[in-house]
Nanobody, 126 residues
Framework: QLQLVESGGGLVQPGGSLRLSCRVS????????IGWFRQAPGAEREEVSC??????????TYADSVKGRFTISRDETTNIVYLQMHGLKPEDTAVYYC?????????????????WGQGTQVTVSS
C-alpha cells in the first residue's frame, strides 16, 4: 500500500514562493508517476505538474497556468517529490494534493491515480 504525505503549504503574499513536499513510502519509487493536483473551492481538481519515468529517464509535465513558475523534482535518497512554486498568484490558492499512478506514467485525469495524499492548503493573499 503506497502512502503519500504532503507538507509545506501555508499563507504567502502574491509574488512569494513556497516549496511543497510529497513523501512517498510503501513502494518502489520509480514504479509510480507522481502528480501534483490542486482544488480550489467550487472548482474541479486539476493537474498542476507530474513527474514520470520513461525509457530510463524522467519526464515532467506542467499545466500552462504554472509553466515557468513551478518546478517539480525528486530526491531519490529520501523518496520525496517537491513542487517548488515561485511567483505565486491569488488564483494559485487551493488545496494541493500529490497522487501516484502505477507504471511511472502521468495523466491529467485525476481518476487514473491510485493513491492520494491528504492535501496541504496553499493560500496566496495580501
Amino acid at each position: 500500500q503506497l502512502q503519500l504525505v504532503e507538507s509545506g503549504g501555508g499563507l504567502v503574499q502574491p509574488g512569494g514562493s513556497l516549496r511543497l513536499s510529497c513523501r512517498v513510502s510503501g513502494g518502489t519509487f520509480h514504479a509510480w508517476g507522481i502528480g501534483w493536483f490542486r482544488q480550489a473551492p467550487g472548482a474541479e481538481r486539476e493537474e498542476v505538474s507530474c513527474l514520470g519515468y520513461s525509457g530510463g529517464g524522467s519526464t515532467t509535465t506542467y499545466a500552462d497556468s504554472v509553466k515557468g513558475r513551478f518546478t517539480i523534482s525528486r530526491d531519490e535518497t529520501t523518496n520525496i517529490v517537491y513542487l517548488q512554486m515561485h511567483g505565486l498568484k491569488p488564483e494559485d490558492t487551493a488545496v494541493y494534493y500529490c497522487a501516484a499512478l502505477y507504471r511511472g506514467i502521468c495523466s491529467r485525469a485525476s481518476s487514473e491515480y491510485q493513491f492520494w495524499g491528504q492535501g496541504t492548503q496553499v493560500t496566496v493573499s495580501s
